[in-house]
Structures are given as structure tokens and as C-alpha cells.
């Protein structure tokens, strides 16, 4: 079983696919996971437990975003994203069929390999692993959300008066760790005057306008790419004597 853990940590290193692996090598992969006995102590080590292969555009995209940003290095991930959905969109069917077969390739190579693993399980190890499984994949998956957002250049969210004012003055602070600076950070933001406070207040006001005019900006370029889906519901507007209120 060591083994077997020892290929996928390779596989996931080299961030190689079965397909690009198994490419020449006959049977040769199939000799690791030809295991009887799955410990039960297995559900709890999920860090190689066989990823999802990229659908045919995440892995034309992944290949062709490096090369769209040396040729723009300037240019934001979102203006990126939406050159290469328009070249994906005009791109010949035989050439996206490579992509196409190279995912169902993948695919069929990743069913096995999890229908192997499940074969050695017992029912109790199943639902144990089952659950995790299910953990790990709502995890994963906020976590590639908050990626892909950020890949996708969504603008960072504004900052309160107080979040300026700590991010101001952390770097200030020397004396004692983290978390004494912040116990004393706080209290001097507590003993600001109304004035002193006033212009952090401001600052943020001026954050939320920066916020609000990038997101409209942003949330164009997504419909424009077709991904309706990131698009907010509803959306306030500021008032134009209080940019507090959106």
C-alpha cells in the first residue's frame, strides 16, 4: 500500500495525467494497485487518492494561459480568460476532438483506478471513506472557487476603517508577536478621536467605490465570456452623498 501511495504522490507532483503517463507503458502502471488488502487506517490518508481528470477546455485553457500571459504580461488573468474562451470558441472540432479524447481517456483510467481501491474495501471502510471523501471535496472545492475567482482577476473585496487602520499600522509595531501587536493595535483604534477615525473612514468609503466600479467592470467581462454564473443577483448602487450604501 505504501507503494501505491508512493505512485500517486508522483503522479500528483509531476502534475502528470494517467493518460500522459500511461502513453507507451502498456500494462506497466497496472502492477502497483494489484493489492488484496486495503489497511483501514487508508480513509484517513485521502492526499493521493486519485484526482478528477480537467474537462477538454480547463486543460486547453491551462496550456494556453501561460502563453497568453508572456505575450501580455501587463494584461489582467480576466482579459486572458476571455482571449482564450474566444480561441477555444473558434477553435476547428478536430482540433478540440484532442482535448476531447485525451479527457475521456483520463477518465476512463481514473474510474479504474477507483473501482480498484473500492474493490479491497469493506462496507464499514466505505462509509468511513465516503464521508471524508465528501469533506475533502466540499473543502476542495471552496478552495478551488476562491482559485479559479482569482485566476479570473475578480477585485478584492473593500476594507473596513478598521482593517486600514491595522494594516496601516501593523508593519509599525516591532515589539512582540502577532498577536500582541493586534491587542495593542486595538487599543489604540479604540482611543482615536472621531477625527483621527474620520480618515480611515473616508479611506474606506473610497475603498468601496474602487470596489463597486471594478466589480461592474468585471461582472461585463464575465457575461462577455459566459459566466452568468459569477454574476452577482442583485446589485446595489451607491447613493451619490453616501458611497457607505451599496
Known amino acids: 500500500m505504501a507503494l501505491l501511495r508512493g505512485v500517486w504522490g508522483v503522479l500528483n507532483s509531476l502534475g502528470k495525467s494517467g493518460a500522459d503517463l500511461c502513453a507507451g507503458c502498456g500494462s506497466r502502471l497496472r502492477s502497483p494497485f494489484s493489492f488484496a488488502y486495503v489497511p483501514k487506517w487508508f480513509s484517513s490518508s485521502l ?3 486519485p484526482k478528477k481528470p480537467m474537462t477538454s477546455y480547463v486543460r486547453f485553457s491551462k496550456e494556453q494561459l501561460p502563453l497568453f500571459k508572456a505575450q501580455n504580461p501587463d494584461a489582467k488573468n480576466s482579459e486572458l480568460i476571455k482571449k482564450i474562451a474566444k480561441l477555444w470558441r473558434e477553435l476547428p472540432d478536430s ?3 484532442i482535448y476531447e479524447d485525451a479527457y475521456r481517456a483520463d477518465w476512463q483510467i481514473y474510474k479504474e483506478e477507483i473501482n480498484r481501491i473500492q474493490e479491497q474495501l469493506t ?5 468511513s471513506l465516503e464521508k471524508e471523501i465528501m469533506q475533502k471535496r466540499l473543502k476542495k472545492k471552496a478552495l478551488m472557487k476562491k482559485r479559479e475567482l482569482t485566476m479570473l482577476g475578480k477585485p478584492k473585496r473593500p476594507r473596513s476603517a478598521y482593517n486600514i487602520f491595522i494594516a496601516e499600522r501593523f508593519q509599525e509595531a516591532r515589539d512582540g508577536t502577532s498577536q500582541v501587536k493586534l491587542k495593542a493595535l486595538n487599543e489604540n483604534w479604540k482611543n482615536l478621536s472621531n477625527s483621527q477615525k474620520q480618515v480611515y ?3 474606506a468609503k473610497d475603498d468601496k467605490i474602487r470596489y463597486y466600479n471594478e466589480m461592474k467592470s468585471w461582472e461585463e467581462q464575465m457575461m462577455e465570456v459566459g459566466r452568468e454564473d ?5 446589485i446595489k448602487y451607491p447613493a451619490k452623498n453616501d458611497p457607505e450604501k451599496f
Open 47 to 49: 492526499s493521493g487518492y
Open 95 to 97: 482540433e478540440k476532438k
Open 123 to 127: 462496507p464499514s471502510q466505505m462509509v
Open 201 to 203: 473612514i473616508q479611506l
Open 230 to 234: 459569477l454574476i452577482r443577483r442583485s
